[in-house]
């Protein structure tokens, strides 16, 4: 049996109906495990680079499951085929510019209006700005920490009706923003505190555009907490 990291574990919590995309797989543990806990019937581990796309065959190869998992060596959702009804994609461990980038780059992939799962590392406001061009909306978001990193997961399903996020709920996210947990301060005191150190090392006179972008940044952590 294939046990997950906190982080994973709490992606798979929200994986719905029986078909499964994972992009960016690393060893496709996330869907061995769905198949194994019987989440899913069936799954695409999505690999871009040859070296993980071996790992995961090997492993899925190694659990008896070449049946009902296809690893796919390909860039983001290029991996799917048009025709392939899928009911969740989860896009893992990445930046969230990243994670956007895939997702607008592979929206044509998104006919049969699976469900999206997405845990950014980083910057996951690119993620939530682009969602309403993509016709998806936030159902759920979750912060947690791992070994020291905070990370979030962002659930989205798609949508008939355009909601635009106001710059705070994109920036810190609107369920996130309704729940401050002590995570929630902890991650923005730490962004708060880099952004202090990144404005005492600039040039007032040089970089007087970058100045006005942290201060304003700066303004908007300290209202949230």
Request: include cysteine; hydrophobic fraction near 40%; glycine fraction near 6%.
């Amino acid at each position: 049996m294939i046990s997950l990291n906190q982080r994973l574990t709490h992606v798979s919590r929200y994986i719905i109906g029986d078909f499964l995309v994972d992009i960016g797989s690393d060893h496709a543990y996330l869907p061995i495990y769905a198949i194994e806990n019987q989440m899913i019937e069936k799954a695409i581990a999505g690999e871009v680079i040859t070296g993980p796309y071996e790992a995961s065959q090997k492993n899925v190869k190694h659990n008896q499951m070449t049946n009902v998992i296809d690893v796919r060596l390909g860039d983001g959702l290029s991996v799917l085929n048009g025709d392939e009804k899928v009911t969740s994609i989860t896009i893992c461990g990445m930046g969230g510019p990243l994670i956007a980038k895939i997702l607008n780059e592979g929206a044509k992939k998104l006919t049969h209006q699976p469900r999206l799962i997405l845990q950014s590392n980083i910057q996951s406001s690119a993620i939530r700005e682009l969602l309403p061009e993509i016709n998806y909306q936030l159902v759920a978001e979750e912060i947690l920490e791992e070994k020291g990193h905070i990370y979030e997961i962002l659930v989205c399903d798609p949508t008939t009706t355009s909601h635009n996020l106001s710059a705070l709920e994109i920036k810190f996210g609107p369920y996130l923003l309704e729940n401050k947990d002590a995570l929630f301060y902890k991650k923005w005191q730490r962004e708060l505190d880099a952004l202090f150190k990144i404005k005492a090392n600039l040039n007032p006179q040089q970089h007087a555009n970058r100045l006005t972008e942290i201060n304003r940044e700066i303004e908007m952590i300290q209202e949230v907490i």
